[in-house]
T-cell receptor, first 113, second 113 residues
Framework: GAVVSQHPSWVICKSGTSVKIECRSL??????MFWYRQFPKQSLMLMAT?????????EQGVEKDKFLINHASLTLSTLTVTSAHPEDSSFYIC?????????FGSGTRLTVV | GNSVTQMEGPVTLSEEAFLTINCTYT??????LFWYVQYPGEGLQLLLK?????DKGSNKGFEATYRKETTSFHLEKGSVQVSDSAVYFC????????????FGGGTRLMVKP
């Protein structure tokens, strides 16, 4: 079946540091990938659309300088949370679309202490 | 714009009870409709989908029918199991692939033995 690998699954970092989350499409070349954020007991909110070879498209209210997205190849998109603060603690999930619809990564739980 | 509204949880049921989780949507055109399930600590998994009016999606005993006249896509299961305990998200997209998903707020289901 379709596979999107997201890494790491869990990360704890100190306030002020940066964290990189990787999302790999293992079986399908993905020109477009999506990054979502999910607060506890809430729904997923789209943060940005990652486009291979071009700049990401950010949703309103999402700081592009804080959440850096790179989609340098058809199989890898990365989200870097820069200068993380406790309020950035959340569950981040990537997804890609393909002929089989949407496939989601397993998510990354970020805790900033 | 597009929006999805689903019943708030948590929904607590006894094993073998009948489940309904309501979902209504607002969208232009003819969206595709989805139900995703999120088990604790995991990412989202596609449960079922329907791409046009009167289509019925089904999987693992769950069913949902695309009702254009009532703009609804209610999720049902005749007999729930403890293993069905999870958060369920209703979502729509304007195309089956290529466009982003709009999610409902999620409904937490707890099934007690």
């Amino acid at each position: 079946g379709a596979v999107v690998s997201q890494h790491p699954s869990w990360v704890i970092c100190k306030s002020g540091t940066s964290v990189k989350i990787e999302c790999r499409s293992l079986d399908f070349q993905a020109t477009t990938m999506f990054w979502y954020r999910q607060f506890p007991k809430q729904s997923l909110m789209l943060m940005a659309t990652s486009n291979e070879g071009s700049k990401a498209t950010y949703e309103q209210g999402v700081e592009k300088d804080k959440f850096l997205i790179n989609h340098a190849s058809l199989t890898l998109s990365t989200l870097t949370v820069t200068s993380a603060h406790p309020e950035d603690s959340s569950f981040y999930i990537c997804s890609r679309t393909g002929d089989d619809g949407y496939t989601f990564g397993s998510g990354t739980r970020l805790t900033v202490v | 714009g597009n929006s999805v509204t689903q019943m708030e949880g948590p929904v607590t049921l006894s094993e073998e009870a009948f489940l309904t989780i309501n979902c209504t949507y607002t969208a232009t055109g003819y969206p595709s409709l989805f139900w995703y399930v999120q088990y604790p600590g995991e990412g989202l998994q596609l449960l079922l989908k329907a791409t046009k009016a009167d289509d019925k999606g089904s999987n693992k005993g769950f069913e949902a029918t695309y009702r254009k006249e009532t703009t609804s896509f209610h999720l049902e299961k005749g007999s729930v199991q403890v293993s069905d305990s999870a958060v369920y998200f209703c979502a729509l997209s304007r195309n089956n692939a290529g466009n982003m998903l709009t999610f409902g707020g999620g409904t937490r289901l707890m099934v007690k033995p």
